[in-house]
């Protein structure tokens, strides 16, 4: 084994010894661009989950949870969609000017029981679950997730229309707009849970594409009691940010939100 090979080697096992947090698997969208000029532009947006961002090394996205809003708060199609290995592929045409947001939303359930004495376990939608779970099973535990990982877009100048929030588990109610985000300036967002203020909530803030570095910026800020949070950005680059929720709904059942989302920080 050469010596180039043998460092690189012992360099790889370091990094796994002393960084785990970095092969934590994470869902993304990523766009080619996130501010567009010119007529009816097009963008390329890829979605993975994987263990460095933005590079698809785990499983790709699911393409059938993906919805568009465009600039005036109505559906847009998306096109060319595809699924590979690793990651999911597809294009958005910007035919009118304005900001877009990207998204990919799933919403489930989990439940053990038993039958007798087997323990058995089912994972689906919450439509299905009345239905899912016989009624002779005992010792029912169920608890619900949901998700949304979030990238925007914008065609010329920006607006908010699409930013416009649903009021269903964890969301983003952007106070700086997503694509005037600039490394000399802090940014403000709130989080939202069910449509109300999440306080006291860690967001993660990691800067992707260091897979030829040592490593990016990392780090958590925490959301106020108005779920108001800032972000000071280290440098440009393309962000993720991360944030979760766990508790009870108003029935007792456990009840998992997250949230995710992919920015675009430019250099002033």
Same mark, same amino acid.
């Given at each position: 084994?050469?010596?180039?090979? =043998?460092?690189?080697?012992?360099? !790889?096992?370091?990094?796994?010894?002393?960084?785990?947090?970095?092969?934590?698997? =994470?869902?993304?969208?990523?766009?080619?661009?996130?501010?567009?000029?010119?007529?009816?532009?097009?963008?390329?947006?890829?979605?993975?989950?994987?263990?460095?961002?933005?590079?698809?090394?785990?499983?790709?996205?699911?393409?059938?949870?993906?919805?568009?809003?465009?600039?005036?708060?109505?559906?847009?199609?998306?096109?060319?969609?595809?699924?590979?290995?690793? =990651?999911?592929?597809?294009?958005?045409?910007?035919?009118?000017?304005?900001?877009?947001?990207? !998204?990919?939303?799933?919403?489930?359930?989990?439940?053990?029981?038993?039958?007798?004495?087997?323990?058995? =376990?089912?994972?689906?939608?919450?439509?299905?679950?009345?239905?899912?779970?016989?009624?002779?099973?005992?010792?029912?535990?169920?608890?619900?997730?949901?998700?949304?990982?979030?990238?925007?877009?914008?065609?010329?100048?920006?607006?908010?229309?699409?930013?416009?929030?649903?009021?269903?588990?964890?969301?983003?109610?952007?106070?700086?707009?997503?694509?005037?985000?600039?490394?000399?300036?802090?940014?403000?967002?709130?989080?939202?849970?069910?449509?109300?203020?999440?306080?006291?909530?860690?967001?993660?803030?990691?800067?992707?594409?260091?897979?030829?570095?040592?490593?990016?910026?990392?780090?958590?800020?925490?959301?106020?009691?108005?779920?108001?949070?800032?972000?000071?950005?280290?440098?440009?680059?393309?962000?993720?940010?991360?944030?979760?929720?766990?508790?009870?709904?108003?029935?007792?059942?456990?009840?998992?939100?997250?949230?995710?989302?992919?920015?675009?920080?430019?250099?002033?």
């Amino acid at each position: 084994m050469s010596t180039a090979i =043998r460092t690189a080697a012992l360099a !790889a096992v370091l990094a796994l010894a002393i960084a785990p947090s970095a092969q934590a698997h =994470r869902s993304w969208l990523a766009p080619s661009a996130t501010v567009l000029s010119g007529a009816e532009p097009w963008v390329t947006v890829d979605g993975a989950v994987s263990n460095t961002l933005f590079y698809p090394d785990h499983v790709a996205m699911r393409l059938d949870g993906v919805t568009v809003v465009g600039p005036d708060g109505a559906p847009v199609q998306i096109q060319n969609g595809s699924t590979g290995k690793y =990651r999911s592929t597809f294009d958005i045409q910007l035919t009118a000017p304005g900001t877009y947001k990207i !998204a990919s939303a799933s919403d489930g359930m989990n439940a053990s029981y038993k039958i007798g004495t087997e323990t058995k =376990r089912w994972r689906g939608s919450a439509a299905d679950a009345a239905t899912a779970i016989p009624k002779e099973a005992t010792e029912v535990q169920m608890s619900s997730n949901a998700r949304r990982v979030e990238t925007f877009v914008t065609s010329g100048a920006p607006n908010t229309t699409a930013l416009k929030v649903t009021g269903k588990g964890l969301e983003l109610e952007p106070i700086s707009h997503p694509n005037d985000l600039v490394a000399s300036e802090t940014a403000r967002f709130k989080l939202l849970s069910d449509g109300k203020p999440a306080a006291d909530v860690e967001v993660e803030v990691v800067m992707g594409g260091v897979r030829y570095r040592a490593k990016g910026p990392d780090f958590k800020v925490k959301t106020g009691p108005d779920g108001v949070f800032e972000i000071k950005w280290p440098e440009p680059g393309m962000y993720w940010i991360e944030a979760s929720v766990r508790g009870k709904d108003a029935s007792g059942m456990n009840r998992n939100t997250g949230y995710a989302a992919t920015f675009e920080v430019l250099p002033d």
